[in-house]
């Protein structure tokens, strides 16, 4: 099936430093969304992205909805121990009448205290 | 709010023996439910889409006789792995919709970690 580009495909970082990562698609998207996903646990939304060129922010958190709608970033700044785990991105458009997703392979994200 | 859950959250059965899986939105109902399979250090894959009171829309190549699936209510739906084997052992994630301001958007279960010996 379809994914989405996600790079990195992983990053180790010291506590305190800012994170990046992307995402690329060549399918335009109603929306992007970002999840992070624990070790045996679902994916937790964290930030949904509808508007091209929205730039939207949670916390610690930042990410930008791209202005042709085929890319997002995701920053996190100051980051702590916690932040570890696995971050995707998902495009989400309308497919026979339902909201599909489609996700990114993932950025393995490891903090260093 | 906008919890979702799931039951079991990891079961161990035979070969050839069936597996069910519930999905339930706990404070909200849910316009329609997915459910994903996650092999391990891969991403999320769309299995089937599910809208309460009607058959599931399956992707290509997910048989439908094999993951049978149920929307019976609006916060209940149910996945069942039929006649399953070793190569069906998986972290199976179902997502609720929820109409929001403008958006459905998609909250996922917590999982579950279906092993066949």
């Known amino acids: 099936g379809q994914q989405l580009n996600q790079s990195p495909q992983s990053m180790f970082i010291q506590e305190g430093e800012d994170v990046s990562m992307n995402c690329t698609s060549s399918?335009?998207?109603?929306?992007w969304l970002w999840y992070k996903q624990d070790p045996g646990e679902g994916p937790v939304l964290l930030i949904a992205?509808?508007?091209?060129?929205e730039l939207t922010s949670n916390g610690r958190l930042t990410a930008q909805f791209g202005i042709t709608r085929k890319d997002s970033f995701l920053n996190i700044s100051a980051s702590i121990p916690s932040d570890v785990g696995i971050y995707f991105c998902?495009?989400?458009?309308?497919?026979?009448?339902?909201?599909?997703?489609?996700f990114g392979k993932g950025t393995k994200l490891t903090v260093n205290p | 709010g906008a919890v979702v859950s799931q039951h079991p959250s990891r079961v161990i059965c035979k070969s050839g023996t069936s597996v069910k899986i519930e999905c339930r939105s706990l404070?909200?109902?849910?316009?329609?439910m997915f459910w994903y399979r996650q092999f391990p250090k891969q991403s999320l894959m769309l299995m089937a889409t599910s809208n309460e009171g009607s058959k599931a829309t399956y992707e290509q190549g997910v048989e439908k006789d094999k993951f049978l699936i149920n929307h019976a209510s609006l916060t209940l739906s149910t996945l069942t792995v039929t006649s399953a084997h070793p190569e069906d052992s998986s972290f199976y994630i179902c997502?609720?919709?929820?109409?929001?301001?403008?958006?459905?958007?998609?909250?996922f279960g917590p999982g579950t970690r279906l092993l066949v010996l």
């Open positions: 404070d909200f109902q849910a316009t329609t």
């Open positions: 997502s609720a919709g929820r109409l929001g301001v403008s958006k459905e958007t998609q909250y």
């Open positions: 998902a495009g989400q458009k309308t497919q026979g009448g339902s909201e599909k997703l489609v």
């Open positions: 992205l509808y508007k091209a060129g």
């Open positions: 399918s335009i998207f109603n929306t």
